[in-house]
Nanobody
């Protein structure tokens, strides 16, 4: 499975941005991680196939929304009320089988990764 992420850019604090990630094949879990300069890759959000529960990092809960279009094998990340702390390279990730809840926040739980799309929040 290949993942192609897009939608990053330079925005001002308080702005919104929507990221997209298209998969070349069917996946069960699709999610987003991010990595800021000098920091480790961190979990942002993940969603299983339709009907499942989405999970978010506490730092983005209430501001970011993950959604999926299973017909298009695509996952989206709607990011609202962006702050400079959201500046990072955002990576989409996927796995073709279910991930247990206790493991959804670990990068090692995902088998496939996109190339990353850069998000910069600055005034």
């Amino acid at each position: 499975v290949q993942l192609q992420a897009s939608g990053g850019g330079l925005v001002q604090p308080g702005d919104s941005l929507r990221l997209s990630c298209a998969a070349s094949g069917r996946t069960f879990h699709m999610g987003w991680f991010r990595q800021a300069p000098g920091k480790e890759r961190e979990f942002v959000a993940t969603a299983p196939l339709s009907g499942g529960v989405a999970y978010y990092a506490d730092s983005v809960k209430g501001r970011f929304t993950i959604s999926r279009d299973n017909a298009k094998n695509t996952v989206y990340l709607q990011m609202n009320s962006l702050t400079p702390e959201d500046t990072a390279i955002y990576y989409c990730a996927a796995r073709q089988t279910r991930i247990v809840v206790s493991s959804i926040r670990f990068p090692a739980s995902y088998d496939y990764w996109g190339q990353g799309t850069e998000v910069t929040v600055s005034s």
